[in-house]
């Protein structure tokens, strides 16, 4: 999978991969941050309602059953009636209580029917709180105490509110309770998609990198085992990238210097003249038989030839003439010889021709007609004016 996504990558410019991989870790990255910041700031909105919805829901009818309570004890014991609150300002914070509860409820999972519940509970109950308070202003001066009717009515609106106010407490914990769910399975989520987005980036840069870096490494390699000596050394050229047409120029240019070294070595010993091996070349190949006789026991035949007044020719007939002769002699002497036979110029006239595996009669032989060539060709000599 690396390596097959590394090879398409190489099919793009270096500068294409770069751009692309920017393109591919921003791209993701950026989407997560916004997704991630849309979710968090819902779930502070989401807990913010549902703590403000507990604080307006249950406060004013906490608050009621409270000043119910309290209006039942004061009443009962009868011993607080200085404090028995008044009715009027009682009901207006109930009231606006109720107003705040369904301002802040407009969720679906806070139901109506309860608000309602509680409402009705709170309209039930009023005349009996305003009955109870009269009752209590009156008796401030009388010392008579409530009807027994007026305490039981009383006592059955605080069950009321009481029971309407743990519904509503229920709910708004189921409520809570969700949201806190809600949080905990998006933050799971969104810690998931964050590794899984880290990982895939973290493992498109490795690849990337190494897509760059081994066709590197090999060109690193190619240049060390030259550096060493070693000829043929290549690079494979995979892909259309930077790097492959660097590729392409190291294999050209190492072919191209391969073959000037080698046209310069061959250029080294050759005589330029008759095309026979110099004295360089010649020594270096008697050398080199002469080691392998010693080493195989083979035999080995060398003939030294030096051509009769040679200087005459040059003096007689000039110098284009010597070389002539000199290019004839070579090439005739080639032609005497075997393809592994070595033939090379010692010097001036003088040539030498080394016969690997060649015993001495068989030399003798070729010596002989080398001779016999070279009379012919004197005899055909021209005459000088
Ligand atoms: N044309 C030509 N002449 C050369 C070349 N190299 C050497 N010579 C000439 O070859 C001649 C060699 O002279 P010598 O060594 O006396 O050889 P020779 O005249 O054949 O004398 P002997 O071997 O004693 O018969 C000299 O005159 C050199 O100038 C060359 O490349 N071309």
Redesign the pocket.
Known sequence: MGRSLEVLLRRLSVRQRMMAIVALLLLPLAVLSGVSMVVLNEQEMAFRDSVEESVHGLLPLATLEHYLQQALVDELLAESRDSVPDFAGLTQNVDNSFSSIQLGTNSKDVPKQIIDDAQKAWVQARPSIRRLVEQVRAQRFSGAVASADTRTELERAIKDISSARASLSGVLKTRYENAAAQRSRQLHWLTWSWLITLTVAAVLIVIFLRSLLRPLHALTQAARHIEEGQSGVRVDVDGRDELAVLADCFNRMTANWEATQSHLQTEVIKDP?TGVLNRRGILSQLGTELDSHRLRQRPLSVLAM??????????HYG?????R??TWVATTMRGLLREHDHLGRH???EFIAVLPNTSHAVALEIAASASSCAKELRAKRPTRR
């Open positions: 003249l030096d051509l009769d007044r040679f200087k005459f020719i040059n003096d110098h284009s003439t010597g070389d002769a000199l010097g001036g006239d």
